[in-house]
């Protein structure tokens, strides 16, 4: 079946990073576009970052651009946002998505679970 498991996150200081990996199973993942979303406590769900299929383009939400790297790694079935200059704001539970078809980045065919970022000093 599939599944979309999400790793790596925890507590960082402010100014830090984090690197989160997301293994994905059960779906042809190099024809799917990725996505990173967040919940923040006490608010909904923020689109993040998005990565086409073949890695060409990435998009990102204006609270993260130039401070957060999606990348992916289709012979491993995997995608990554790396996170830097990390801001108590960034926390949050972090999805990742996958969908199959246009819109690319909205209407998500499959959802991870999450992973919890923290960021405080």
């Known amino acids: 079946q599939v599944q979309l498991v999400e790793s790596g996150g925890g507590l960082a200081q402010p100014g830090g990073s984090l690197r989160l990996s997301c293994a994905a199973s059960?779906?042809?993942?190099?024809?799917?576009?990725m996505s990173w979303a967040r919940r923040a406590p006490g608010k909904g769900l923020e689109w993040v970052s998005g990565i086409y299929s073949d890695g060409s383009d990435t998009y990102y939400a204006d609270s993260v651009k130039g401070r957060f790297t999606i990348s992916r790694d289709n012979a491993k079935n995997t995608v990554y946002l790396q996170m830097n200059s990390l801001k108590p704001e960034d926390t949050a539970l972090y999805y990742c998505?996958?969908?199959?078809?246009?819109?690319?980045?909205?209407?998500?065919?499959?959802w991870g679970n999450g992973t919890l970022v923290t960021v405080s000093s």
């Open positions: 998505a996958a969908k199959g078809r246009l819109p690319w980045f909205d209407g998500m065919d499959y």
């Open positions: 059960g779906f042809t993942f190099s024809s799917y576009a």
